[in-house]
């Protein structure tokens, strides 16, 4: 494979650009190695600036559910941007998109929108805190809930594989503020409920968390957190950024059938476009200016392109529920090439799957929580990495990620998919 113009590039990028991206992920150092340069996109294929055509499992990381450049999508946002791209103003469309939401997801009278999944989880935690009046936020080792101070605490993927799970720049004082629990760990989320008894405003997690590989929540995780908040007064805050209008129409909430207090979302509901939203009962979103003292606020919040193509996507989705079942039985279908493939390779592997997120650790432990997903061998995740890329995969550039299907792959591509990792396994 050629990177010759890719790396060109990035070392012009790195003159301009602290480490040459403007999110560290894509700076390959959890892989080594330098990035590739994309020059376009459509449905599963990535096209790099070297002319390599690659297939794609990290989506833009989640939201190019359907494939990239799907074409509704596409035609609403060229239609809008004729009509002027910002206003600052009320526009019809952001009731539209507001009202499927409310209709799609369970358990929510009203959203507001914002333009990134860390806006939204950092709007969550502030209206938890004026809601209850408390101070203390309990999350999870190895769930990702955006770059905002009071997550920067074992923060997953990113912030994980840089080796600086406690970025300087947060203080004392922030961090202080939220408790560290083990996922899938009840009994330890009990004795921080008690221990800080009447202080803690809300429980934050991502209901199958994905930013430690894919992780899903033992039997009974998500109804024994709902009973505890309950016992405890304490809010449950599902971060749905990874899961929302992905593992379900209405997200981990509908597919398990728990009712979170707030939810966050990003990615998939702006269809490629930079959009988060929070959302809950009246009871709790009333809180939020201007009808109550909690304050958000954004110039760009609502921006008609962005609701554009978030409103065609969550569209395509209600109108095609099938898609869910589709990815499902895709990623099912990956699955078992996988395991055939790496078996026959003799490599010691555990994979994790749920709905269409997936991802492989290479370890034979049960992958259960950030503790357990850290033992993975990252060597030998870099090597499948490189081989992969090499192959024309492009998989997550950390074994921290989880992988993401599209709708847009073909069986053709899976097995192409499962050939290759056939290859690359035999020489790990
Ligand atoms: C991606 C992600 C975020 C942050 O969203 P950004 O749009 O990158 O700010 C928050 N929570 C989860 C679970 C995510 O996966």
């Not at 991206?21 to 459509?42: D, H, L, T, W």
């Not at 929540?217 to 992905?246: A, K, N, W």
């Not at 079942?325 to 090439?337: D, Q």
Request: with cysteine.
């Amino acid at each position: 494979m050629i990177y010759k113009r890719s790396s060109a590039l990035f070392a012009e990028a790195q003159k301009y650009i602290p480490g040459g991206v403007n999110s560290p992920v894509r700076a390959f150092n959890a892989v080594g190695g330098e990035p590739i340069y994309v020059k376009e996109a459509k449905g599963a294929y990535l096209y790099d600036e070297d002319g390599n055509k690659l297939i794609d499992y990290i989506a833009s990381w989640g939201p190019m559910i359907l494939g990239h450049a799907h074409k509704p999508v596409v035609d609403a946002v060229v239609a809008k941007a004729q009509k002027g791209t910002s206003f600052g103003i009320p526009t019809e469309m952001e009731t539209e998109i507001a009202k499927l939401a409310v209709s799609m997801v369970p358990n929510i009278d009203k959203i507001r929108f914002v333009n990134s999944g860390t806006e939204a989880c950092m709007s969550a935690v502030r209206l938890a805190r004026g809601y209850t009046g408390k101070d203390k936020i309990i999350k999870f080792a190895g769930c990702y809930h955006g770059h905002s101070d009071s997550f920067l605490i074992q923060a997953g993927s990113g912030a994980v594989t840089f080796g600086s799970p406690n970025s300087p720049g947060v203080t004392q004082g922030t961090a202080k503020d939220t408790l560290l629990a083990r996922y899938n760990d009840l009994s330890n989320v009990k004795e921080l409920l008690e221990a800080n008894k009447g202080e803690i405003a809300a429980i934050i997690l991502e209901p199958v968390a994905g930013n430690m590989g894919c992780i899903i929540p033992e039997s009974g995780f998500l109804e024994g957190l709902r009973e505890l908040c309950d016992v405890y007064g304490v809010l449950l805050i599902f971060d749905e950024v990874m899961t929302g209008f992905r593992l379900a129409r209405g997200g981990a909430q509908e597919l398990f059938n728990i009712k979170a207090d707030i939810v966050c979302f990003g990615k998939v509901i702006g269809g490629g476009l930079p959009v988060g939203a929070f959302a809950a009962r009246n009871e709790i979103m009333n809180h939020l200016a201007p009808l109550g003292p909690v304050y958000q606020a954004g110039t760009l919040s609502g921006n008609p392109l962005a609701m554009a193509a978030g409103l065609t996507m969550l569209s395509e989705l209600n109108d095609h529920p099938e898609v869910f079942k589709s990815l499902e039985e895709k990623t099912a279908y990956l699955h078992r090439g996988l395991i055939k493939v790496l078996n026959d390779a003799e490599v010691t592997y555990t994979i994790n799957r749920l709905g269409s997120m997936i991802s492989v650790h290479f370890t034979d432990d049960k992958v259960v929580d950030f503790e357990s997903s850290a033992k993975g061998n990252n060597d030998t995740f870099k090597k499948f990495f490189h081989g992969m890329l090499t192959e024309g995969v492009y998989l997550p550039p950390s074994a921290f990620e989880s992988w993401f299907l599209n709708d847009a792959l073909s069986y053709d591509d899976l097995d192409f998919t499962i050939n290759a990792v056939a290859k690359v396994a035999g020489a790990l």
